[in-house]
């Protein structure tokens, strides 16, 4: 069975840091598509991040020059340096990867999500 674990959630005061990692495990193949989702209370899940397997990253306007995303291949995991931290940033962020079967279809895979609280 595929499972995502993320871990590296917590409590941190405004202009904080905090580093979340994801471990995938169950699998014998590498993940083309690999990022993070968060969803605050109220809000729709949204996209935070994206990682592929050669590297390339995509981030939200939101948090372009604050966060970061990485990954470890040779671990099947994947991180998210989360710097400058605001409490907007204050949400559930989940692990999210994709197995591509094709050149458009893929199947998605979600982590159990790990809390983020920004707060004085």
């Known amino acids: 069975q595929v499972r995502l674990v993320e871990s590296g959630g917590g409590l941190v005061q405004p202009g904080g840091s905090l580093r979340l990692s994801c471990a995938a495990s169950?699998?014998?193949?590498?993940?083309?598509?690999m990022g993070w989702y968060r969803q605050a209370p109220g809000k729709e899940r949204e996209l935070v991040a994206t990682?592929?397997?050669?590297?390339?990253?995509n981030y939200a306007d939101s948090v372009k020059g604050r966060f970061t995303i990485s990954r470890d291949n040779g671990k099947n995991t994947v991180y998210l340096q989360m710097n400058s931290l605001e409490p907007e940033d204050t949400a559930v962020f989940y692990c999210?990867?994709?197995?591509?079967?094709?050149?458009?279809?893929?199947?998605?895979?979600w982590g159990q999500g790990t809390q983020v609280t920004v707060s004085s």
């Open positions: 999210n990867a994709k197995k591509y079967s094709s050149s458009s279809v893929y199947t998605n895979y």
């Open positions: 169950g699998i014998i193949f590498r993940f083309e598509n």
């Open positions: 990682i592929t397997s050669d590297g390339n990253t």
